[in-house]
């Protein structure tokens, strides 16, 4: 995903992030968020209902029509198979309609581990899988949960859980202390009005990158979509951790696996190149992991880049300073290679004979299937 390598060689793919949550919790509040600080990228969603989002300014900017698909009334996973959600997937990443990011907006009563499913099961090769984002509404938490228990498994499934509306809880610690110990391994983030950094999810495009069209940053204030909002809701933004990391000497594959296969709670997003040296010496590795979903595509290198290896991790409460430390300790400037060593990247190549993160939920498990 990292937008800061681009390579023509191979078309960049599009995140597909579905969005999910009981009714009220607060989806369609978190999508206009996002739509109204998308910086210069460009978000095509499917909904069930447009319910709040503003069609006038989606109008205005020239998304509607090319850049959303209303499902109108009905549960997304029960009205569509994998093949019709395919056509809708192949409209919105179509090239010319020039989307970054698709988010799924599933209704309230959705089952997210079948949407999941669904995306996971996409033949589209222009799309990737972007994750799971579980809405929760702190201040009905409780009673939410007594009166659908499903959530506890809902929220064990979430690659991001943003927990909504925590002005309004009484005992938000509380409750964000509960939702954090169902959550596994999920970056667990606080919100009010959905206002959470676009960066988890997406890679804003600098503004002037935007050509021909207005952004939904020129149609509004950046308080709009906020009650009462002052013109200053960034500041209430939900900040995101980040660590950029460069290696000059390759990755060694079996150390960089175990530091995969260990990634921390909190550590939502990695994203980058890998360089893996004599290993192959042909490709750096383009990697994309959200939450446990894992992959690797490799690619020639580009005659005029340095062979570096070029990571970009995001997350929620990470010790920055420590994953560092754990990547240098990867690194391995040996001139040679075994033939096995590779074994466990490959695993996560597409095309490869073993794909363990192909579905995340192997039959008999609810739970993921960790890389």
Same mark, same amino acid.
């Given at each position: ?12 793919? !599009?995140?597909?992030?579905?969005? =999910? /949550?009981? +009714? *009220?919790?607060?989806?369609?509040? %978190?999508? &206009?968020?996002? $739509? ?18 503003? !069609?006038?300014?989606?109008?205005? =900017? /020239?998304? +509607? *029509?090319?850049?959303?698909?209303? %499902?109108? &009334?009905?549960? $997304? ?295």
């Amino acid at each position: 995903m990292g937008n800061s390598q681009g390579n023509a060689r191979r078309p960049q793919q !599009i995140p597909v992030v579905v969005l =999910a /949550g009981f +009714l *009220g919790s607060g989806k369609t509040t %978190l999508l &206009n968020h996002l $739509l109204h600080r998308s910086g210069g990228s460009r978000i095509g969603a499917i909904v069930n209902d447009f319910g709040a989002i503003e !069609i006038d300014a989606m109008a205005v =900017a /020239g998304a +509607l *029509g090319d850049s959303t698909v209303s %499902l109108g &009334n009905g549960c $997304l996973c029960c009205a569509v198979d994998t093949g019709e959600l395919d056509v809708y997937l192949d409209r919105l990443a179509a090239p010319g309609a020039g989307i970054d990011v698709i988010v799924i907006e599933a209704s309230g009563l959705a089952e997210p581990q079948e949407l999941v499913r669904m995306v996971l099961a996409s033949e589209h090769p222009g799309i990737v899988y972007g994750g799971l984002v579980e809405v929760v509404d702190a201040a009905e938490f409780d009673g939410t949960r007594a009166a659908h228990p499903e959530i506890d498994r809902h929220l064990a499934l979430a690659n991001l859980v943003v927990v909504n509306k925590l002005d309004r809880a009484p005992d938000a610690d509380r409750v964000l202390g509960l939702v954090r110990s169902l959550a596994d391994r999920a970056a667990v983030v606080p919100a009010t009005y959905g206002r959470i950094d676009p960066e988890f999810l997406f890679d804003r495009r600098p503004g002037e990158e935007r050509v021909g069209q207005l952004s939904f940053d020129d149609l509004h204030d950046h308080g709009a979509d906020v009650p009462g909002g002052d013109g200053h809701a960034d500041h209430m933004h939900t900040a995101y951790d980040s660590l950029s990391f460069v290696s000059v000497p390759p990755m060694d594959p079996r150390r960089l696996m175990r530091f995969l296969d260990s990634r921390p709670q909190g550590l939502y997003r990695i994203k980058g190149y890998v360089d893996f040296g004599p290993y192959d010496t042909r490709n750096r590795y383009a990697v994309h992991a959200v939450g446990r979903f894992l992959r690797f595509h490799p690619e020639p290198w580009p005659s005029a880049d340095d062979r570096l290896t070029r990571l970009v991790l995001i997350g929620s409460g990470i010790d920055t300073g420590a994953l560092d430390k754990e990547l240098q300790a990867c690194a391995n400037d040996a001139p040679h290679a075994d033939e096995q060593g590779m074994w466990g990247v490959l695993r996560y190549v597409p095309g490869s004979e073993e794909e363990p993160g192909d579905d995340p939920y192997p039959a008999g498990s609810d739970e993921p299937d960790e890389a």
